[in-house]
T-cell receptor, first 121, second 112 residues
Framework: GAVVSQHPSWVICKSGTSVKIECRSLDFQATTMFWYRQFPKQSLMLMATSNEGSKATYEQGVEKDKFLINHASLTLSTLTVTSAHPEDSSFYIC?????????????????FGPGTRLLVL | DAKTTQPPSMDCAEGRAANLPCNHSTISGNEYVYWYRQIHSQGPQYIIH???NNETNEMVSLIITEDRKSSTLILPHATLRDTAVYYCIVRAPLLGNEKLTFGTGTRLTIIP
């Protein structure tokens, strides 16, 4: 299967600090990765689309200077929450699209990581 | 992407079949129906997808109506581990749109 990992699985930080979350595709290459955020009892909201070697595309309302995304290799994308505040506390989930998989009907084009729970005090 | 409508919650007795409905009355001809589920505090997991024919895998069956305006995900013998939020998503992958837009889903609770 296709495995996506995230690190750390949970993090607690003080307000004003920056937090980096890693998303790795362990057994496949991913030209595109996606970052989602999920608040308690709510659905997943797409934050940005990360493409290897180029700038991320952010969804409307997501501050690109606050949520820095780097996709430097085909197996790693990072999300840095800069100057985190309590309202940034959330469950952050990444997904990865496998490279080379044609635009077929396969629904498994995105494989999700286990998520990172961020608590900002 | 077409909007989907799902009941917010459902209960099902363990060992019985769980039938999860999804309405997608505005679906267009090139859009597929995808199902994902999210177990508490985990990332979503792909379950199944289909275009117009019924689909079955080792876990579930997907029944799509002939007019494609609705579908039903069937878990034939629900177990406690099937307790999760189930998301029905409609999208057209062949247009190069890889975004998944998650609605509120159905919270399925399997009762012992």
């Amino acid at each position: 299967g296709a495995v996506v990992s995230q690190h750390p699985s949970w993090v607690i930080c003080k307000s004003g600090t920056s937090v980096k979350i890693e998303c790795r595709s362990l057994d496949f290459q991913a030209t595109t990765m996606f970052w989602y955020r999920q608040f308690p009892k709510q659905s997943l909201m797409l934050m940005a689309t990360s493409n290897e070697g180029s700038k991320a595309t952010y969804e409307q309302g997501v501050e690109k200077d606050k949520f820095l995304i780097n996709h430097a290799s085909l197996t790693l994308s990072t999300l840095t929450v800069t100057s985190a505040h309590p309202e940034d506390s959330s469950f952050y989930i990444c997904s990865a699209r496998r490279s080379g998989l044609g635009l077929s009907s396969w629904g498994e084009t995105q494989y999700f990581g286990p998520g990172t729970r961020l608590l900002v005090l | 992407d077409a909007k989907t409508t799902q009941p917010p919650s459902m209960d099902c007795a363990e060992g019985r079949a769980a039938n999860l409905p999804c309405n997608h009355s505005t679906i267009s001809g090139n859009e597929y129906v995808y199902w994902y589920r999210q177990i508490h505090s985990q990332g979503p997991q792909y379950i199944i997808h289909g275009l117009k024919n019924n689909e079955t895998n080792e876990m579930v069956s997907l029944i799509i109506t002939e007019d494609r305006k609705s579908s039903t995900l069937i878990l034939p013998h629900a177990t406690l581990r099937d307790t999760a939020v189930y998301y029905c998503i409609v999208r057209a992958p062949l247009l190069g749109n890889e975004k998944l837009t998650f609605g509120t889903g159905t919270r399925l609770t399997i009762i012992p």
